[in-house]
């Protein structure tokens, strides 16, 4: 029995430990030392994957100055551009001022998958979603928008209330809009954006692109949950990122490389 039970413990510790080196790491290099990270691609797949290979140079991205789409590193050389003394710094901007990034942008992944929408839109929490998702891209990309959509969106802005959109059901948009994907409610938040993550930065909803920071207020921002991508979190090196805190703006990140898949 006493033997059964030591395999069966030694096992589970090897089962572990092979969870654990799932998680890629990842050497950051800056001017006032190094930062390693753990990334979570069970919470943020995309967002790792993306990470990972724009730092690895595998990825295409465009350049902001030639227009030309480069395959070659494409942290290094970047600086923490925007720090908030008590909150962040924030990098990956390849402007140096917070408008750039790598020529496209992908989804949010804050929020575990819910039940599919279908039928009458059950709250203001699902008509915002759904606003985001569905409506904001149509306009964005639709010179000439629907008018009973155009008239929807201004009862909301008026009210500040996603209300008038619970007037339809979710089948009604998604026909008006061309919109062909499955909808779903949002689940539970995938991870809190807490002292020493490293988050997504964005310009809204589903903008991410290259953009990170890492969060050094030590009671963590929540304001910002369900709103910035978390995908892992600091290794050893807050003291760095304390210091890149304290000297401000124009820190150099040197490079950024996966040590550790």
């Known amino acids: 029995m006493k033997s059964t039970l030591m395999l069966c413990l030694t096992a589970l510790l090897a089962f572990s430990a092979a969870n654990a080196q799932e998680k890629p790491v990842v050497l950051m290099k800056t001017e006032l030392g190094d930062i390693t990270l753990e990334l979570w691609p069970d919470i943020a797949p995309k967002t790792v994957g993306n990470f990972d290979s724009l730092a690895m140079g595998t990825k295409e991205w465009k350049d902001p100055d030639s227009g030309e789409w480069k395959k070659e590193p494409y942290y290094d050389g970047l600086t923490f551009h925007r720090v908030i003394d008590d909150f962040m710094i924030q990098g990956g901007c390849p402007k140096g001022d917070g408008t750039g990034g790598p020529g496209y942008t992908f989804e949010d992944?804050?929020?575990?998958?819910?039940?599919?929408?279908?039928?009458?839109?059950?709250?203001?929490?699902?008509?915002?979603?759904?606003?985001?998702?569905?409506?904001?891209?149509?306009?964005?990309?639709?010179?000439?928008?629907?008018?009973?959509?155009?008239?929807?969106?201004?009862?909301?802005?008026?009210?500040?209330?996603?209300?008038?959109m619970m007037v339809h059901p979710v089948e009604w948009y998604k026909e008006k809009t061309g919109y062909t994907e499955p909808l779903h409610s949002r689940g539970k938040l995938k991870a809190k954006v807490a002292y020493g993550t490293i988050c997504m930065a964005n310009a809204g909803p589903n903008t991410n692109g290259s953009?990170?920071?890492i969060v050094t207020k030590k009671a963590g921002a929540d304001w910002l949950d369900g709103?910035?991508?978390?995908?892992?979190?600091?290794?050893?090196?807050?003291?760095?990122?304390?210091?890149?805190?304290?000297?401000?703006?124009?820190?150099?990140?040197?490079?950024?490389?996966?040590?550790?898949?």
Not at 251 to 258: F, L, Q
Request: proline share 4%; glycine share 8%; net charge negative.
């Open 109 to 164: 992944e804050c929020y575990e998958q819910g039940e599919e929408l279908t039928g009458q839109i059950p709250d203001e929490e699902a008509a915002l979603m759904i606003f985001q998702d569905v409506l904001i891209p149509y306009f964005q990309s639709n010179a000439a928008p629907d008018s009973a959509l155009i008239s929807i969106v201004e009862q909301c802005q008026e009210q500040q209330s996603g209300r008038p």
């Open 211 to 213: 953009q990170f920071f």
């Open 227 to 261: 709103k910035h991508t978390v995908f892992g979190k600091v290794l050893t090196g807050m003291d760095v990122v304390h210091k890149i805190e304290k000297k401000g703006n124009g820190v150099k990140i040197e490079s950024v490389r996966v040590v550790q898949q």
